[in-house]
């Protein structure tokens, strides 16, 4: 039997006809990785947010002084590389935190020597836009911004109150509240149409003192509890159509990073092969892919889950789609773009701490795989949930056919197997 695999842009296909022999060839698409470097006389940067379609990054980098180190948010594109935004007025250090969809708005903070003489430091967050610079947005800590930019979240105090939750806009800043029993709340992101946030509230709901929240206009803040035994849970970051959230969930055995939808739920995204805990920091547009990181082996490694092959290491994954990731060691995968196709984080590059953006294809898409044997052709792809449909064509362009057998579930796969007689022809998976 020749098995022959063929790609076009919405399927895989895959042609078989009787013969002799074995010959596989399968399309993949390269991804890559690039290092972002460094501010001029920086030794370190870390990448914290990326713009909806990938093309800008933002974070801070780390500049070494005669006394101690200093931190300054950048942003940077391929074409322009990293470019440094500089500090609120007597400023020490900034760090930015998040881009709006265009990336034309930053958001992040800025530390203030005050008093006289100058000795304590103070907080304010920035609003950064190419046309107006660096402004102050407010006493507090800002780490999200809707897609346009016009709303800021994060959180401040109020009336010299515990730190809580809040939302900026051009007519000043409101806060969010906090869970029952709680005195301090924060919010970690929010969605592109700035009507649904998410963060983490202390309260007595958990035994940990700790309980996940999603915020909207119409519920307030609503806590998410968190798996059978768990202890509390945290909400770092929430998909730009506002419909998934995710975060950490912890114990009772392990942490794990979990994945919250209102149709299914909190759903735990599981542990490396390796084991140890997981945390999600971030979602693609439609929730579909999250990225973060494990503790294994390693003291970090960065990976990504999505609703058709579960959790991978993402540095695997990018050398098994032919990165060269050479003299790197991927720890943390910090944000993706909405589209799906960038994850920006942070790494050791031959033993300096980068920053770093992966571009990758697309994740959701699964894979046939063919074996021969059982009287007939076995043909495989994974992920557990049905939402694909194998097809069979005689011929590459069609007219495609559904196969009427029912796929199989087997772990985290699933497989038709095919009698020999019915094998010649074309295959590809619609989803």
């Not at 999603?214 to 770092?236: H, I, K, R, Y």
């Not at 009427?404 to 019915?422: E, F, K, M, R």
Request: charged residues 10%; contains cysteine.
């Amino acid at each position: 039997m020749t098995i022959t695999f063929h790609n076009n842009m919405n399927s895989l296909q895959y042609g078989a006809a009787v013969g002799v022999g074995l010959l596989v060839t399968a399309w993949a698409q390269a991804a890559s990785l690039t290092g972002l470097g460094f501010l001029p006389g920086g030794d370190a940067s870390w990448a914290r947010a990326v713009s909806a379609d990938g093309s800008v990054v933002v974070g801070e980098s780390e500049i070494p002084t005669s006394t101690n180190a200093v931190m300054q948010a950048f942003r940077w594109t391929e074409g322009g590389g990293m470019e440094g935004l500089g500090m609120l007025p007597g400023g020490k250090d900034s760090g930015a935190k998040a881009v709006s969809s265009d990336g034309g708005t930053v958001v992040g903070f800025s530390s203030i020597l005050a008093g006289d003489p100058p000795a304590l430091t103070e907080w304010y967050g920035f609003r950064w836009t190419q046309a107006g610079g660096m402004s102050p947005v407010d006493f507090g800590f800002p780490r999200g911004v809707s897609g346009d930019g016009s709303v800021v979240v994060g959180d401040r105090s109020f009336t010299n109150e515990p730190s809580q939750a809040c939302r900026w806009t051009a007519d000043g800043a409101i806060g969010l509240g906090v869970l029952h029993g709680g005195v301090s709340s924060s919010a970690m992101g929010v969605s592109h149409d700035s009507l649904s946030v998410v963060g983490t509230s202390f309260t007595d709901l958990t035994p940990g003192g700790e309980q996940a929240f999603l915020w909207t206009p119409a519920t307030g803040m609503v806590g998410l509890a968190g798996l059978p035994g768990s202890s509390f849970t945290e909400g770092n970051g929430i998909s730009a159509d506002g419909t998934t959230v995710v975060g950490v969930c912890a114990g009772p055995d392990v942490s794990q990073g979990f994945r919250w939808t209102a149709k299914e739920g909190m759903t735990g995204l599981g542990t490396l092969p390796d084991g140890g805990n997981t945390a999600a920091l971030a979602a693609s547009g439609d929730g579909r892919i999250v990225v973060g990181f494990a503790n294994t082996r390693l003291p970090a490694e960065a990976i990504v889950w999505d609703i058709t092959h579960g959790i991978r290491n993402l540095q695997r994954l990018l050398i098994e789609q032919h990165a060269d990731l050479t003299g790197w060691q991927l720890d943390t995968a910090l944000a993706i773009s909405s589209d799906g196709h960038t994850i920006v984080g942070s790494g050791y590059h031959n033993g300096t701490t980068e920053a770093w953006v992966a571009r990758v294809g697309d994740l959701t898409r699964p894979e046939l795989s063919v074996a021969i044997g059982g009287g007939g052709l076995k043909l495989s792809w994974p992920g557990t949930a049905i939402v694909c449909q194998l097809q069979s064509s005689p011929t590459p362009s069609g007219p495609w056919t559904n196969v009427s057998i029912p796929p199989v579930v087997a772990g985290n796969s699933q497989s038709v197997i095919l009698p020999a007689a019915d094998t010649a022809g074309f295959f590809h998976l619609l989803f």
